[in-house]
Structure formats: structure tokens, C-alpha cells
């Protein structure tokens, strides 16, 4: 099974900071990595696909990077509403694959 | 709107069985592959089962493999999840969503998902 593994596992950052998150593959994925947002109690939400594609409706504020093994999640100028957990997930191999959540919090 | 609602967890005796249900609207249900996800409490998300457009070809996740089935009735506009020899791990929201693609497919992406349906296993 692919692992995957983000860093970092979870962090404290204020209101229109920037934020990254990196997720690595212990094998190459190409670019077959998805970002998720899930908030407590809500259904988990796409935000980028095949790495660097933003979702249509995804605020431009996230963006996605990577191919290979080493992949990253940027949010500029945090909002409210973006403090939630984030996942990457690979769809290169059966089974697919999660990190283990980066969980963003308000400092 | 595009949606996917979940129904049937509770709460089962270990061993016993449970079937969740997943409604899809808002899209042509029997165009699009689904798969079921699952976040155990206090652990990340874990990928389930697959099954394809036309019911044709489904694949599982080993924890599951020979338990579970995963199903749909595209008159219905809904999938399932037939979840026997239930064990304590398998205690979890569960979640419905939908693949990018009719075949399963590297490159897939989920989107959207359901809310969840909660299971608890407990004697």
C-alpha cells in the first residue's frame, strides 16, 4: 500500500496568515493527489484535484503543488471558516490512500 | 444541488449484520462510479469499497474484503453497503461518494460526499 504522510500534523495560525500543509508518498504518485477540507460533523469537501487543479467553487485563496512523491497545500490569507482538518489523498493504486490530517486551528 | 444522503447506522451487537443506503440526487446516478470511505473515532479517513457505474466491478479495502458488499440499484438512484461479521474496528462514520469516473481509475477524485452515517459496534 501507498503511505502517505503530511507535516504537519496539526497548527496554530491567526486570521489572513498563509498556511502549508505538505503531504509525501512513500512511492511515486505522478499527480494522482487530492486535497480535502473536513469540518467536525460536516461531509468532507473537495478542494484540489490531480494536485494542482482547484475545485470549481474552491475560493482561489487554496492551491495545490507537487507531482512526483512530495505534494503541497498553500492557503493564503486564512479565513474563518478554513480552520478544519485537511487531507491528501492518492488515487495512483488500489488501495487509496490518506494522510493522516493536518488539523488547522485558530492561535 | 448535487447531494448524497446517507441512512441505516446504529448501533449492532459484534458479529451481527447492517446495510447502509446512500441516496444520490442531482446528477445521473448511473453515469458515475461510488465509493464508500469511513473515519473510525480519532483516526484519519480509510477507503472502503468501489463499485462501478453499471455494478459490473467492485474492489474492497483488505479490513473489509469478504465482509462487506458493496451494491447499487440504479432505478433507485441508490447505493449500499451490506456490512456482516461486524467487529469493533469497524466502528465509524461512514461516507458515501461519488468517483470522477464510471470505471474505477487512477486519478479519481471524490466529490461530493454525504454527511456520514454513524456505527457503532458494542456488545
Known amino acids: 500500500d501507498i503511505q502517505m504522510t503530511q507535516s504537519p500534523s496539526s497548527l496554530s495560525a491567526s486570521v489572513g496568515e498563509r498556511v502549508t500543509i505538505t503531504c509525501r508518498a512513500s512511492q511515486s504518485i505522478t499527480t494522482y493527489l487530492n486535497w480535502y477540507q473536513h469540518r467536525p460533523g460536516k461531509a468532507p469537501r473537495l478542494l484540489i484535484h490531480?494536485?494542482?487543479s482547484l475545485r470549481s467553487g474552491v475560493p482561489s485563496r487554496f492551491s495545490g503543488s507537487g507531482a512526483g512523491t512530495d505534494f503541497t497545500l498553500t492557503i493564503r490569507g486564512l479565513q474563518p471558516e478554513d480552520f478544519a482538518t485537511y487531507y491528501c489523498?492518492?488515487?495512483?493504486?488500489?488501495?487509496?490512500?490518506f494522510g493522516q490530517g493536518t488539523k488547522v486551528a485558530i492561535k | 444541488q448535487v447531494q448524497l444522503v446517507e441512512s441505516g447506522g446504529g448501533v449492532v451487537q459484534p458479529g451481527r449484520s447492517l446495510r447502509l443506503s446512500c441516496v444520490a440526487s442531482?446528477?445521473?446516478?448511473?453515469?458515475?462510479?461510488m465509493h464508500w470511505v469511513r473515519q473510525a473515532p480519532g483516526k484519519g479517513l480509510e477507503w472502503v469499497a468501489f463499485i462501478s457505474s453499471d455494478g459490473s466491478n467492485k474492489d474492497y479495502g483488505k479490513s473489509v474484503k469478504g465482509r462487506f458488499t458493496i451494491s447499487r440499484d440504479n432505478s433507485k438512484n441508490t447505493l449500499y453497503l451490506q456490512m456482516s461479521s461486524l467487529t469493533v474496528e469497524d466502528t465509524a462514520v461512514y461516507y458515501c461518494a461519488r468517483s470522477s469516473y464510471r470505471q474505477l481509475m487512477p486519478g479519481d477524485w471524490f466529490d461530493p460526499w454525504g454527511q456520514g452515517s454513524q456505527v457503532t459496534v458494542s456488545s
Open positions: 442531482g446528477f445521473i446516478f448511473n453515469n458515475f462510479g
Open positions: 489523498q492518492q488515487t495512483y493504486s488500489l488501495p487509496y490512500t
Open positions: 490531480v494536485a494542482g
